[in-house]
């Protein structure tokens, strides 16, 4: 069982997203802002944060790179799952810090899947 930060503003893939991590085991905390889950995460340091990047004010690509930046949280996992899917903004997920990048929705042996290599290997 991991704890896992969610910070995605949609109560609709929070609850999705929630459901299935607890299946699977996993304690969830959501944020509804990159600002809020930065908070959150200083304050938790959870296993894993999933990471969505259309957010209200800062958005997901700013949030990962503080949290990529912070020496309190930069050796924190983060995984995107965005419905932005062009490979540039992959590329752009991941030069600021993610460790992957999942396009919404994903399936959900290949979130967990992700997510398990992530708590195993921390990359």
Not at 59 to 78: C, E, H, K, Y
Not at 87 to 114: C, F, H, M, N
Request: aromatic residues 2%; charged residues 25%; contains cysteine.
């Amino acid at each position: 069982m991991a704890r896992i930060l969610l910070i995605e503003d949609s109560p609709t893939d929070t609850a999705v997203l929630t459901r299935l991590l607890q299946r699977h085991g996993h304690e969830v905390v959501a944020s509804g802002s990159a600002e809020d889950g930065i908070e959150v995460c200083r304050r938790m340091l959870p296993d894993v944060v999933l990471m969505d990047v259309v957010l209200p004010g800062m958005n997901g690509f700013q949030a990962t790179r503080a949290l990529s930046r912070d020496n309190l949280t930069r050796d924190i996992p983060v995984l995107i799952v965005s419905t932005k899917g062009m490979d540039t903004d992959r590329a752009w997920g991941l030069r600021q810090g993610a460790k992957d990048y999942i396009v919404k929705p994903p399936s959900e042996e290949a979130l967990i899947a992700r997510i398990d290599q992530l708590l195993e290997t921390g990359a």
